[in-house]
């Protein structure tokens, strides 16, 4: 069974940091691309992150690019978001997600720009990140 499961968020206030866990099961994990989304209430769900296991190479969006860093340990079949100097627009429930075809997926990313959830075939539940003023 193919399970994505995250951890790590709360409650923190604005300039902290948090460090957000996606432990995965089920499948290859190298093979994947694996990804953070958030979605905050009222609006579109937002890519944020992504990571191809294989070979380390990742993409971040603008609104999250020089305070965040995602990392792999592929012995753990993890992937980590830590999220530094964080801002009240940074609340919003986080998502993991995996795709198939990991090189195609983060290099597209870094060429438009952008994280479209429907490349992404396996989703976790969510945790809740809430940053106060």
């Known amino acids: 069974e193919v399970q994505l499961v995250e951890s790590g968020g709360g409650l923190v206030q604005a300039g902290g940091s948090l460090r957000l866990s996606c432990a995965a099961s089920g499948f290859t994990f190298d093979d994947y691309a694996i990804a953070w989304f958030r979605q905050a209430p009222g609006k579109v769900r937002e890519g944020i992150s992504c990571i191809n296991p294989g070979d380390g190479n990742s993409y971040y969006a603008d609104s999250v690019k020089g305070r965040t860093t995602i990392s792999s340990d592929n012995a753990k079949n993890t992937v980590y978001l830590q999220m530094n100097s964080l801002k009240p627009e940074d609340t919003a429930v986080y998502y993991c997600?995996?795709?198939?075809?990991?090189?195609?997926?983060?290099?597209?990313?870094?060429?438009?720009?952008?994280?479209?959830?429907?490349?992404?075939?396996?989703w976790g539940q969510g945790t809740q990140v809430t940053v106060s003023s």
């Open positions: 997600a995996a795709a198939v075809f990991a090189s195609d997926v983060v290099t597209t990313s870094q060429t438009t720009g952008d994280m479209m959830p429907y490349e992404y075939d396996y």
